[in-house]
């Protein structure tokens, strides 16, 4: 059975820091990997997705994503964090069509 | 930009009623699945459909869940009899066979 680990359940950082948020799967399979983000009181939004071909993968603001199948990681990292970066970070993965399978969600909270 | 649409936004019932959750997905995908967030934990799957049937469900999806695609456009579900432990957010999502696309969710309050 799939499982998403996110060790950080809060991560607080001061505005223009780096920031990592850790995630790690366990399958048995080739799987799909995503990082969701969900403002405050808003749904999920896809921030970023592994499928196949090159392991690390970029969002539009910022964030990058490297996959690491030796460590069965998908870490999540940016250079530097805005304010406006503050919400829940989910990790999830899926075998293609199948269900998506949520890590418990990182709290990323950026101070000024 | 195509998004998945959820009516309504907020839904508050009594226990025991029953409520029926709506969802547009987006109009070309062709995999459909509810999930649910209650308040403060992560998001959990209830069920996937695709080819107008059930594909897989959660053992949270219990004979008091259902689902319906009803007209080719609407994708509902349903609660028959409303629990307390059933309060939280629930999401539609829809897909291609890749990535999902989340709808903004309907926040179901039961009392």
């Known amino acids: 059975a799939q499982s998403v680990t996110q060790l950080d359940s809060q991560v607080p950082v001061f505005e223009e820091a780096p920031v990592e948020l850790r995630c790690n799967y366990s399958s048995s399979v080739s799987v799909y990997l995503f990082w969701y983000v969900q403002y405050p009181n808003q749904g999920l939004q896809l921030l970023l997705k592994?499928?196949?071909?090159?392991?690390l993968v970029e969002s539009i603001n910022g964030f990058e994503a490297e996959f690491n199948k030796s460590q069965t990681s998908f870490h999540l990292r940016k250079p530097s964090v805005h304010i406006s970066d503050t919400a829940e970070y989910f990790c999830a993965v899926s075998e293609r069509t199948d269900k998506l399978i949520f890590g418990t969600g990182t709290r990323l909270q950026v101070f000024p | 930009e195509p998004e998945v649409t959820q009516t309504p936004s907020h839904q508050v019932t009594q226990m025991g009623q029953e409520v029926i959750l709506r969802c547009v997905p987006i109009?070309?995908?062709?995999?459909f699945y509810w999930y649910r967030q209650i308040l403060g934990q992560k998001v959990e799957f209830l069920v996937s459909?695709?080819?107008?049937?059930?594909?897989?469900k959660s053992e949270i999806f219990d004979d008091q869940f259902s689902v319906e695609r009803p007209d080719g456009s609407n994708f509902t579900l349903k609660i028959r009899s409303t629990k307390l432990e059933d309060s939280a957010m629930y999401f539609c999502a829809s897909s291609t066979g890749t990535e999902q696309f989340f709808g903004p969710g309907t926040r179901l309050t039961v009392l």
């Open positions: 109009s070309n995908h062709l995999y």
């Open positions: 592994y499928l196949s071909g090159s392991t």
């Open positions: 459909f695709y080819n107008n049937e059930i594909s897989e």
